[in-house]
């Protein structure tokens, strides 16, 4: 008896391990936040330079072919910072993006948000994917990060808040999901 009591209680909890999880439970653990990525184009501080291009870039209307190097401020706030320093200023958006589309504007973008103040002092996350800038809201993957985001997987949604004056600037709501067990 003991041993069809054991198989009874094995199967249930088998079964109760296949059941969906409930989308509040699946969301516990999400950090959400917002912040500002200002790609300063011109100037005499500039921090988006472009750094390669292929020989047919300059025939092409999306500029495919061309890669840019940045170290771009990102802030609690929208406020344009031009070459200075931005007193909200939270960390540093660091690495790459390449115009990857011959049809449209689609950068693949590799970086790093470095965090340098606020609650997430001294961690990163690291973001790589697809951004087709003329469209209203693109998203790209979370793939890791450092300190309290160490092995963190989400994704963030970009959205770009004022192009002008050579410094555009990209609200990024962040969905991050740090290691549940780190």
Known sequence: MAAKASLLLLLLCAAAALLPVPASAADDGVIKFKVYFHDVLAGKSPTAIRIAEAAATKGSSTFFGAMVAIDDPLTTTPAATGSAKSKDEVGRA???????????????????????????KGSSLTIYGRNEVLSAVREMSIVGGTGKFRMARGYVQASTVDNGAGETVVEYTVYVNPAATA
């Open 94 to 120: 660091q690495g790459t993006y390449t115009f990857a589309d011959q049809a449209t504007f689609g950068l693949l973008m590799n970086m790093n948000f470095v965090f340098t103040a606020g609650d997430y």
